[in-house]
């Protein structure tokens, strides 16, 4: 069947509203979570294959990517509770409000990205089918172990009539709704929920951090799953007081985690050996400095002007730059934009500091969780994200509130509705009028104020605090010295 017919075929079924069923929608998760259960070995060996698994690190990896899908598949499931649901479904009939109701978008494209892409098809998969969606995923043809896995399982255990597999790009319809894993660009859209894939991640590490754990945090995820997620760190600022502590220990950490009897991976993308590249040149112009084993590279970046200092890195390369304070580093951080997230090592009052004033679309404090790295850049919506696994079932569905009850009659707004349905009765519009001239009157007299008593705005803040510190030490050696000064003079004059 050719891709139009397809996507025909899925536009019937959304008329058709099949997938707005709850025990539909629980039906087909249920059906997925069996298929991968029921195929775990080959789902794992699969991904290994992919990786080119040389080393029991991968196959570690790959395994953790597959339990991952099957989580995401379950906290998805239990969303669908059907009494509630049927319960929300059947208020309006009740005569209550279902201000919460949504609906799914329609019809759902998926665009993987090749980044543990088998958990970044899953999690896009079970939230478009928990919110209740027609699904069209597309892979083109590859020699992706992977993909060949995707296009035996999942036609077997899902509905063919609300989910097809496409070989070609599918562009973006406009009837449809489109997850793009691999886009370049912030692109915030009612029919779009896009991952911006360059957006860069920086970690700061503070002179309050603890620096063996920071250092094995950073490491962890700069090298993991072959240092090609897009939540890896791509400049770590380090404070210049621990700054050779602190490499020390990535250092350490690094060769722990590239054991002597161990052979590098290969990059599955030629990204590496451009970033190889440009490495060699900056070093040519003394813009940075290289140290570590052949499987690594721990760069240090002397010149911040440095395009190096501004890049997107893949690969097993961990750039540092050194910065004077905390001024100092949101000075160097704020070179981007945006970024896709914010790690800070440090003590609580520095981290929250430091998370207020980068640009970053998420911050993590003392902590990089390692479920972070694996699948797409979280895409860039008006909703919150979700505390794991990328995307809820709300990016899927659109809000359709539906309201049965009036507002009480004290309230302000029921007046008004007094005041207009009675303009063809002049003795209620003038008792209304009256009314809504007494409100009025009230109302330019109240001020508004807190409902509780709020502490005043004049407190020192975390950096105002340090400004003062400072200026008392600095008043206290000024009037010791001239009070030393003074007695000298009396004792000797």
């Avoid at 017919?5 to 709850?22: K, W």
């Avoid at 020192?460 to 003079?489: D, K, P, R």
Wanted: aromatic share 8%; proline share 5%; glycine share 6%.
């Amino acid at each position: 069947m050719s891709s139009r017919n397809n996507l025909e075929q899925l536009r019937a079924a959304v008329v058709d509203g099949r997938t707005e069923n709850i025990r539909y929608r629980q039906k087909e998760l249920q059906s997925l979570h069996t298929s991968l259960r029921q195929n775990g070995a080959t789902i794992i060996s699969s991904i290994s294959k992919d990786s080119d698994a040389l080393s029991p690190k991968i196959t570690f990896e790959a395994e953790a990517e597959y339990w991952l899908a099957l989580n995401a598949v379950e906290k998805k499931f239990e969303l669908l509770d059907f009494e509630v649901l049927a319960k929300q479904e059947y208020l309006v009939a009740k005569g209550f409000d279902n201000k919460d109701r949504r609906v799914g978008k329609g019809l759902v494209i998926i665009r993987p990205t090749t980044h543990t892409r088998f958990y970044s098809v899953i999690i896009a998969l079970a939230a478009a089918i928990t919110a209740g969606n027609c699904i069209a995923l597309e892979l083109a043809d590859t020699m992706l172990n992977v993909d060949s896995v995707l296009k035996e399982l999942l036609p077997q255990a899902l509905d063919l009539d609300t989910f097809v597999i496409i070989n070609a790009a599918l562009g973006n319809p406009s009837d449809a709704f489109l997850v793009d894993q691999t886009s370049s660009q912030s692109v915030s859209s009612i029919n779009q929920l896009s991952s911006n894939t360059s957006l860069r991640i920086i970690a700061v590490v503070d002179r309050t951090a603890d620096i063996e754990a920071s250092a094995k945090a950073i490491v962890t995820a700069r090298f993991s799953f072959q240092g090609t997620s897009p939540y890896s760190p791509d400049l770590i600022i380090v404070n210049g007081f621990i700054k050779n502590e602190f490499v020390e220990s990535c250092s350490r950490y690094a060769g722990k985690f590239f054991p002597n009897n161990e052979k590098t991976t290969r990059a599955r993308n030629n990204d590496s050996l451009a970033i190889k590249k440009r490495l060699a040149e900056a070093e040519e112009k003394r813009q940075v400095s290289q140290s570590g084993s052949g499987s690594f590279r721990i760069v240090d970046i002397h010149d911040r002007n440095s395009p190096i200092a501004k890049l997107k890195f893949s690969g097993f390369y961990l750039p540092i730059i050194a910065a004077t304070s905390l001024t100092d580093s949101i000075n160097i951080g704020n070179s981007d934009s945006n970024l896709l997230a914010l790690y800070t090592f440090s003590d609580a009052p520095t981290a929250k500091f430091l998370s207020q004033h980068f640009n970053a679309i998420t911050s993590y404090s003392n902590h990089i969780p390692s479920h972070l790295l694996v699948g797409p850049a979280a895409p860039i919506t008006p909703l919150p994200p979700p505390p794991s696994h990328k995307y809820s079932a709300e990016m899927f569905s659109s809000p359709r509130p539906q309201y049965a009850s009036r507002p009480p009659a004290n309230d302000d707004l029921t007046l008004i509705d007094n005041v207009l349905s009675g303009f063809h009765d002049p003795t209620r519009r003038a008792k209304t009028l009256q009314q809504l001239g007494d409100k009025l009157e009230g109302k330019k007299k109240a001020v508004l104020q807190p409902k509780k008593i709020q502490p005043r705005g004049d407190q020192l803040g975390f950096f105002e605090q340090g400004l003062v510190l400072g200026a008392g030490i600095f008043l206290t050696m000024i009037v010791s010295t001239v009070g030393g000064g003074i007695w000298f003079l009396r004792k000797h004059l």
